[in-house]
């Protein structure tokens, strides 16, 4: 599948809320320029939001389905299972 070049220069962010039980989970496309250069660089990423004190868990997807919907699993079971997330 060939990508959408003038798509890929023109969007600057798309992001998409979604819950999975008392979490809210983003899923974020976004570019940013490298540092000491003008090379664009595309960020695929979902994010766990954090709660109370709780950092940020940002887990990298690569541009195709399957490694979308592999990434979103993985946020899945880390909501449902590890103790640093906490759960509800």
């Known amino acids: 599948m060939m990508e959408d ?5 023109k969007f600057k962010l798309n992001n998409v809320r979604v819950t999975h039980g008392s979490h809210t989970v983003s899923i974020a496309q976004h570019r940013e320029f490298q ?7 595309f960020i695929h990423e979902i994010a766990i939001l954090p709660k109370n004190s709780h950092d940020w868990v ?4 690569d541009n195709n389905l399957d490694s979308l919907i592999e990434t979103l699993q993985n946020v899945r079971n880390i909501i449902e299972t590890r103790k640093d997330v906490e759960n509800d």
């Open 58 to 61: 940002i887990l990298n997807f």
């Open 35 to 41: 540092a000491h250069g003008s090379d664009i660089v």
């Open 5 to 9: 070049n003038d798509f890929q220069t």
